[in-house]
């Protein structure tokens, strides 16, 4: 078997038919889920992924899922298509938000915006997603829950003190790691850094609390030689298996996707 050179890692964050900022409609991402099944791509789950920084080949056409936050939409909109179409995916969630109760495979699914308002006036249960449907997402070996901290914090924005900082910091991903060890059963080595910001000290903490693996929001593509700490992504945009097929022929060559990324950057 011809072995991966690289894995693109997507980034998603909303599948909801509410447009707006980093979402993705049903239709199109039916259309990205449909191209990948139909072009022998292999979704791979955080093991895999642990292997392959470790030097253990990957499939050929080998891709990462991953949805920030942990919306409900991702439940509604985003998992029966998973299924449907035999594929995996990660999905890191912010644990203060989410709630008890019943799983709701129909809800409205507002826009980003919406949400977030939402969130703000303490109504988070009608966005985000409940333990109910990460229990029923993570049943179905489809889905795998992970880290996006308990409270999705700019620390350096609450706390002016540095050494203070690091302490919330650590106090904050030590009540993401218990709550999902006590809602789901098991303790999270994968984290997804909130905002994209990073500074002195936050991954070091991270580490030492058990996450060994932390997600950015840094553009690129992964190598056996991508520190397991700095683990970059590709955004995905509301378009259609087309688009997506051919941002996965530029990332899955090192080299190509170096040279992309220098260019979007430039």
């Not at 409900?72 to 008890?100: Q, S």
């Not at 991508?226 to 080299?255: H, K, Q």
Request: hydrophobic letters at 40%; one cysteine or more; charged letters at 25%.
């Amino acid at each position: 078997m011809k072995a991966a050179k690289a894995l693109p890692i997507l980034m998603y964050h909303h599948v909801s038919p509410s447009p707006g900022l980093v979402t993705v409609s049903p239709e199109h991402f039916r259309a990205q889920m449909r191209w990948l099944a139909e072009h022998g791509w292999h979704t791979i789950g955080t093991r895999e992924l642990e292997d392959f920084l470790a030097g253990q080949p990957l499939p050929h056409r080998a891709v990462m899922l991953t949805f920030d936050d942990g919306y409900l939409d991702n439940f509604v909109h985003a998992f029966p298509v998973l299924r449907e179409y035999g594929l995996k995916a990660v999905i890191f969630v912010i644990t203060g938000l989410i709630g008890e109760g019943e799983p709701r495979p129909q809800a409205p699914c507002p826009d980003h915006k919406t949400c977030k308002r939402l969130i703000t006036e303490g109504r988070a249960d009608e966005v985000m997603l409940r333990f109910g449907e990460l229990k029923a997402m993570q049943a179905s070996g489809h889905v795998e829950i992970q880290s996006h901290t308990h409270s999705h914090l700019r620390w350096d924005l609450q706390y002016p003190d540095p050494a203070t900082r690091l302490a919330r910091l650590a106090e904050d991903l030590q009540a993401s790691r218990e709550t999902l060890m006590k809602h789901l059963g098991h303790t999270p080595r994968h984290l997804c850094w909130p905002w994209g910001h990073l500074e002195a000290g936050y991954r070091e903490t991270a580490t030492r609390l058990g996450f060994d693996y932390q997600y950015t929001v840094e553009r690129g593509t992964v190598t056996p030689h991508t520190a397991p700490s700095a683990i970059p992504r590709i955004a995905v945009r509301d378009r259609d298996g087309g688009w997506l097929g051919r941002r996965l022929a530029w990332y899955r060559r090192p080299w190509l996707a170096a040279a992309y990324v220098r260019l979007r950057n430039s």
